[in-house]
């Protein structure tokens, strides 16, 4: 049976626990904003090589983690570099158990020669959103992580974390750049107004993630030209609210 971190497999704050928030980022996609986020996150989504990045990227990815502390972990995806992992795939189970199967072993395999350990698994673009709305993509990607018992990290109330129930710890996941529809997904970049722009207002979003889905990490996309001013005003905000920073997993 899997280790869980609490009865629902979430990650939540106690009454008797302080109020901390894990701040993540989607890394090693080769958007070139990876050195400027590192110092404001305190947890990087490594890309895999798949879906974006190469093996540059991610080498250099991994060695800024070690430089400022931050805690890494993967981000699979699907083989679209076109689409950047955005298009959704129609695949049976094993193949999408292989295809994440084998980008995590790539990338230990990287992380060992730097010695890094990947301590969680989160799912990238289309994958993420297939996994969180339909139960037979989640389980076939928990089947992928099982036998390794890493945190998986998903929206809170999806059919991810429905599939991690029992079997592996699950970590509920805001988002401070995007807007949400009133089922708990998020709101699909193609239309208009999918995105926040302004920090506070952003907060704002994240204390009511905080308050009423149990969210313990936020993510700030990466591969925003805004990213770097946008994690940087989220962090000096969530930390002047006194809310601390730290990964969710050490």
């Known amino acids: 049976m899997a280790r869980s971190l609490n009865t629902k497999n979430r990650i939540l704050k106690t009454e008797n626990t302080p109020m901390f928030l894990d701040l993540n980022a989607d890394l090693g996609e080769g958007a070139g904003f990876d050195e400027q986020l590192m110092p404001f996150i305190t947890s990087a989504n490594v890309c895999c090589g798949e879906h974006a990045g190469g093996a540059e990227e991610i080498a250099a990815t991994l060695e800024l983690a070690l430089k400022y502390g931050v805690t890494v972990g993967a981000h699979p995806g699907y083989p679209d570099r076109e689409n950047f992992g955005r298009v959704e795939f129609d695949l049976s189970d094993r193949a999408i158990t292989e295809l994440v199967q084998h980008q995590l072993k790539a990338l230990d395999e990287r992380g060992r020669e730097k010695g890094i350990v990947m301590r969680y698994v ?102 925003n030209p805004s990213a770097v001013a946008f994690a940087k005003a989220i962090r000096e905000t969530l930390l002047a609210r006194g809310i601390s920073l730290k990964p969710f997993i050490n």
Not at 133 to 158: C, E, K
Not at 194 to 213: C, G, N, T, Y
């Open 122 to 223: 989160k799912p990238h673009g289309a994958l993420y959103n297939q996994a969180c709305r339909d139960r037979r993509i989640a389980d076939a990607i928990v089947a992928a992580v099982v036998d390794s018992q890493r945190p998986i990290v998903g929206l809170p109330s999806s059919q991810l974390e429905a599939a991690c129930q029992n079997r592996l710890p699950f970590v509920a996941e805001g988002f401070a750049d995007r807007r949400y529809r009133a089922d708990g997904s998020l709101v699909p970049r193609s239309e208009a107004d999918a995105f926040i722009h302004d920090p506070e207002e952003s907060v704002k979003q994240v204390e009511w993630l905080m308050r009423e889905k149990g969210i313990r990490t936020i993510c700030v996309h990466g591969d």
